[in-house]
């Protein structure tokens, strides 16, 4: 079978290698990947800006298939269901533990980006029966993390708002949610014609940080001058502070990326002064998972899917993501 894999050195660093097809060891499964879904950590990880790995690795770690072969022991699943692969293989359910870091796909464990992955029969979830491999495909990371912040631990609910940064994957799962769960929203973005697509999706208020640079004042002013319940803080070291004082007095802050950088200086006077609840959210755990596709389905929500690209033309996905043009989620089909 045809991988991908990210190496140390040479030239291109991402690069097609021949694996032989993968055995369903005891416990295991086989999947027939049949889309990946990019997210801001893979270009982290492609450009060496993740930290310390081990490399050559498979990346990515979206991705949603059918199952081809079971294990010996395997109860759970038989062939032909069709599964998403769980970013943290080694969380199935309560608080995140230590261990946990060292099971994620694409990062210490090979990922997603191959024909076919053996993964453990408990590192994988049946998927919305409404949705296409593609649309599955962009759950495991952007879609679980929005809802791990606004829902599992944002509690978010109809009398509040909610800021959002851009209009990444994150940022419009957050949205799909925060409507679904009846809450006002406001997004901020760079683009007019984003903001407007944004709009068309649900969002109640838009701003341009662009034109509009201290645009914490003017959710300030759309707010009643009582600022906003929960911010979903994509942006990182250049717009916490401003997330902060966009908050109101006891809302929330939900940090899951650091598009600007990951080095800042902590306001601590306005997070007193606001009791202000600070939380990182690292993605979720498969009991997260199963909740938040039970709400898919009822709903028949589908993900915001920007473009889709060929298995062969993987590297043109990474740099369309890299662009920043991207609404929503970039998906690789197989």
Known sequence: MKVYKI???GEPKLRTVELPEPKAGPGQIV???RAVSLNYRDIMVLTGRYGEMRLPIIPLSDGAGEIVAIGEGVTRWKPGDRVAGLFFQGWQTGPPRREVAHTALGGEVDGMLAESVALSENGAIAIPPHMSFAEAATLPCAGLTAWHALVTAGNVSADETVLLQGTGGVSMFALQFAKMHGARVIITSSSDEKLARAKTAGADETI???STPEWEK???RLTGKAGVDHVVEVGGQNTFAKSLASLKPGGQVHIVGGLSGFTS?????AMIVKSAVVRGI???SCDMFEAMNRALTLHKT???IDRSFEFHDAAAAYQYLQSGKHFGKVVISI
């Open 218 to 220: 003017e959710v300030y």
């Open 302 to 304: 589908k993900p915001v």
């Open 7 to 9: 190496f140390e050195s």
């Open 208 to 210: 341009n940080y662009r």
């Open 265 to 269: 200086e902590i306001p601590l006077i």
């Open 31 to 33: 999947v027939r990947v």
């Open 282 to 284: 690292s993605v979720g």
